[in-house]
């Protein structure tokens, strides 16, 4: 499918040339500038010259193909001038005319290696327009191969120097690009980024680092007095501008849903301190939070009705409940009588506007080993998984993920019988046909040394398994010749240990897991484990959900409106699907010393 050609008034300007012209150009500015010859036309008076004469028209032939919207035709013409025979000013037009070809056939990494032609350091001899447009055509290819911040700058370098009404079309790509950008990676920029660049970093990370809408609106304010003149001042984007109309329309009186009594009881308490630990961070800054009212959904026979008695109390805005069975019984309803916050997935989709669904779902897990593994250049794998439900749906969650990323499944095994591991880890392997290759190499070369190897078409391994059939894989792997084979697990398969005793035999096991558990660096982690320390172990994920629901749950119409808001939260980046749903993107760690620590980058991050 070809990318739609982005040949506005900055487009390019070449005209088509007669058939019948009594002499060829010499140079792009001297081709003439009538619209009447046909591409064949064209490519007809260019064999009749030989040399930079015919160079120049199969060049200019090829940029009329592109501006018919041809871009496969153009790429053939291009094919059949020797770049190098080129002067630098062709050069330059050759490899623009490349670069958005290939841009719109989908062909990002063609289209990149084309816009950093070295011809390009000398693009300073073209003329202004075709410098701007050629620099908005790099930024566009470096957003579409993922170089965000590396986009956003290209767009900031030459922001001055656009027309007045082209300015505010450019602030906003700046702050798309930006906004696709990873916290990380945005960090990083700023720490040498200066003038207007280090502007719009800065207010970016607004967003990111302050994660109570209050407390980003106090930073807000800040940055605006700090940078008036700012291009981003003036006018905001439009999705800090929604920032600020949320603050103002932030509803006074929420209520929390939760099964108060009951098995579900310790859950809900872990929730409702994380949720209460992050309102009080920001009243104890001096900024007044909504009145929250407790209802225990275990009174209730109908989570509906805990809805309809919250509104005539003045409840604005609902947080729960947590049971599977009452959010599936609010998800049938259609629109609620509160916007609500539900805290589990419903099974079945809903389509009302007044219900988000919020929870720690294995299938984020899942689909944040399908990122983290392609990322790291990993294109073949095959699952692990048992016959659990959370792990069934982990396991389709990654296939899914996968396979939309474009990744080949090789196979996909059940492991819930100890006793049939390591036969079917030796049959995924092919390490039976290994190892009778080895044997008759023996044979026929005598005493050489032939050790069997697993099978070279799979890169890695997903493990959606408990913690004791972890520890069976990991060691059977080793035996099966293939210990250095990556292993991507959700975080059902370890526990958390500061001693690392109960992770034996799991070194090297690749983890997703909460920032929260991970790297310990929310804002809100020392003030809740010192409070309640079993924050720290793996109920933390509740207590970290309640901390993330609290700082969200004001900003979820923003997240509708705006799908590439990412919010840095304590159980993950977050985001909004189209259905309501919160998706989670997870941090990875891996094992050492039986003990989760942060993971190295991604080997091949686009970031």
């Known amino acids: 499918m070809h990318r739609s050609l982005r040949l506005s008034t900055l487009a390019l300007t070449l005209t088509t040339v007669l058939a019948g012209c009594a002499s060829a150009p010499k140079s792009l500015d001297e081709l003439p500038r009538t619209p009447d010859a046909s591409v064949e036309e064209i490519l007809k008076s260019a064999d009749r010259y030989e040399g930079a004469e015919a160079n120049l028209l199969r060049l200019h032939a090829a940029q009329t193909a592109l501006n018919n919207g041809n871009p496969e035709q153009s790429g053939r013409i291009l094919q059949t001038i020797p770049q190098s025979d080129l002067p630098t000013d062709q050069q330059i037009r050759f490899n623009e005319l490349q670069a958005t070809g290939a841009l719109a056939l989908g062909d990002n990494a063609a289209a990149l290696r084309a816009i950093q032609h070295p011809s390009m ?72 980024a200066s003038g207007e660049f280090a502007g ?13 809408l209050d407390l980003q609106i106090r930073s807000l304010m800040v940055w605006k007095e700090a940078n008036p003149n700012h291009p981003a001042a003036n006018p905001l984007p439009d999705a800090i501008q929604q920032i600020e109309a949320l603050q103002a329309s932030r509803p006074t009186h929420i209520g929390l849903l939760l099964p108060f009594n009951g ?10 301190d994380g949720f209460l630990a992050a309102q009080y961070q920001a009243q104890s800054q001096g900024i007044d939070q909504p009145q929250v009212t ?19 109390e003045g409840v604005q805005w609902m947080i729960g409940p947590l049971e599977k069975d009452k959010v599936a019984q609010l998800a049938g309803v259609g629109e609620l009588p509160l916007p609500t916050l539900v805290l589990n997935y419903a099974e079945q989709a809903t389509s009302a506007s007044s219900i988000y669904q919020f929870g720690l779902a294995p299938e984020d897990e899942a689909r944040s080993a399908a990122i983290r593994a392609w990322e790291d250049g990993k294109r ?25 990323l474009g990744g080949t499944i090789i196979g996909q095994e059940l492991v819930d019988q100890p006793a049939a591991v390591a036969n079917q880890m030796g049959d995924l392997l092919k390490i039976k046909q290994s190892e009778n290759r080895a044997n008759r190499i023996k044979r026929l070369l005598g005493n050489v040394l032939a050790q069997p190897t697993p099978r070279q078409d799979l890169d890695a391994l997903f493990l959606a398994a408990t913690p004791l059939q972890a520890r069976q894989i990991k060691p059977t792997l080793a035996f099966q010749y293939a210990a250095e084979l990556p292993v991507y697990a959700t975080s059902h398969s370890y526990q958390i240990d500061p001693t690392g005793a109960q992770n034996t035999d799991l070194d090297g096991l690749l983890i997703a897991e909460i920032p929260w558990l991970l790297d310990h660096s929310d804002p809100l982690y020392s003030d809740v484990t010192g409070n309640w320390p079993q924050a720290s172990g793996a109920i933390g994920r509740l207590y970290a959900m309640g901390v993330d629901t609290q700082r969200i749950f004001s900003r979820l119409p923003q997240m509708r409106q705006y799908p590439d808001t990412r919010i840095e939260g304590a159980t993950g980046e977050l985001s909004l699907d189209a259905s309501g749903r919160i998706q989670r993107n997870l941090s990875w760690g891996q094992i050492r010393d039986g003990i989760l620590q942060p993971a190295a980058p991604s080997d091949s991050s686009p970031l």
């Not at 701007?132 to 790099?138: E, H, K, T, V, Y």
């Not at 794998?381 to 069934?392: E, F, G, K, V, Y």
């Open 121 to 192: 350091r000398q693009l300073d001899i073209r003329p202004l327009p075709e410098q701007l447009r050629i620099q908005q055509l790099r930024a566009d290819i470096l957003e579409a191969n993922g170089k965000f911040i590396d986009a956003a700058q290209e767009r900031v370098y030459i922001h001055n120097l656009l027309d007045t009404s082209r300015q505010a079309a450019n602030s906003q790509a700046i702050w798309e690009s930006l906004s696709k950008a990873d916290t990380q990676s945005l960090q990083s920029a700023s720490a040498n």
């Open 200 to 212: 719009w970093l800065e207010l970016a990370l607004i967003t990111r680092k302050q994660r109570n």
């Open 263 to 272: 098995p579900l009881a310790s859950a809900a308490q872990a929730l409702r």
């Open 294 to 312: 407790l209802y225990d959904s275990t009174q209730y026979a109908s989570a509906l009705d805990a809805l309809n008695q919250a509104k005539q």
């Open 380 to 404: 073949r794998m095959a699952t692990l998984s048992t016959r659990d439900d959370w792990s069934q749906r982990a396991n389709r969650a990654f296939v899914s993920e996968w396979e939309r």
